[in-house]
């Protein structure tokens, strides 16, 4: 399934904040800064990657959910959507 701008919109704003969030975890780093501090930041970078990974697989659910009840053939099967949600979880 190709990634729409209309399923990706919020998944790339969390991720582009996630961008961020790593560079000050790096520079954190480099710089010596408290380890807790760090990984209080480093986790809060994971998160919100995991957080854009479920909104575009919520996307691409409703999108085929929408073909199928418009009669075509979604790009993808539910077997497919649901092996991408449990590689992120």
């Known amino acids: 399934m190709k990634l729409r ?3 990706t919109g919020e998944a790339l704003t969390r991720l582009k904040r996630a961008r961020g969030q790593l560079n000050a975890v ?3 780093m480099e710089s010596g800064e408290d380890c807790r501090a760090t990984l209080t ?9 995991d957080r854009a990974g479920f909104k575009i ?3 691409g ?3 085929c959910g929408a073909a199928r009840e ?5 790009e993808m099967t539910e077997a497919e959507l649901e092996k991408l949600f449990l590689a992120l979880a």
């Open 5 to 7: 701008p209309e399923m």
């Open 26 to 28: 790096i520079e954190m």
């Open 41 to 49: 930041q480093l986790a809060a970078v994971s998160k919100a990657i």
């Open 57 to 59: 697989i919520a996307s």
């Open 61 to 63: 659910m409703q999108h």
């Open 70 to 74: 418009a009669g075509e053939e979604p």
